[in-house]
């Protein structure tokens, strides 16, 4: 059974940068399509991010001049850089993956999901 675990999160002061991990074990990661999605309590999981298998990204407006999605997949590893963190930013983030070249921005797109990490914005 193929899993994602994230790494990263934590209080972050505003302004500051910072940078999540997500790792596939258990499938290959370079046929796996990802996307970072984020969610905040009450609300739905908004989409934030993909990534093709050869990495060509698609980030959401309101994010694209701060987020960054890149993907190693030496290390079957995708990365979130988030640089001017904002208190709006704060949400629980999770990364989500599916077999193919591509995915949409539609969580129900995904078949794995990593356990989530959460993200304060708070000085």
């Known amino acids: 059974q193929a899993q994602l675990a994230q790494s990263g999160g934590g209080r972050v002061k505003p302004g500051g940068p910072l940078k999540l991990s997500c790792t596939i074990v258990?499938?290959?990661?370079?046929?796996?399509?990802m996307g970072w999605f984020r969610q905040v309590p009450g609300k739905e999981r908004d989409f934030v991010g993909r990534?093709?298998?050869?990495?060509?990204?698609y980030v959401a407006d309101a994010v694209r001049s701060r987020f960054t999605s890149t993907r190693d997949n030496a290390k079957n590893t995708m990365y979130l850089e988030i640089t001017d963190l904002e208190r709006e930013d704060t949400a629980i983030y999770y990364c989500?993956?599916?077999?193919?070249?591509?995915?949409?921005?539609?969580?129900?797109?995904?078949?794995?999901w990593g356990q989530g990490t959460q993200v304060t914005v708070s000085s």
């Open positions: 989500g993956g599916k077999r193919g070249i591509s995915s949409r921005e539609d969580p129900d797109d995904y078949e794995i």
């Open positions: 258990r499938r290959t990661f370079d046929s796996t399509a």
């Open positions: 990534i093709t298998t050869s990495g060509h990204t």
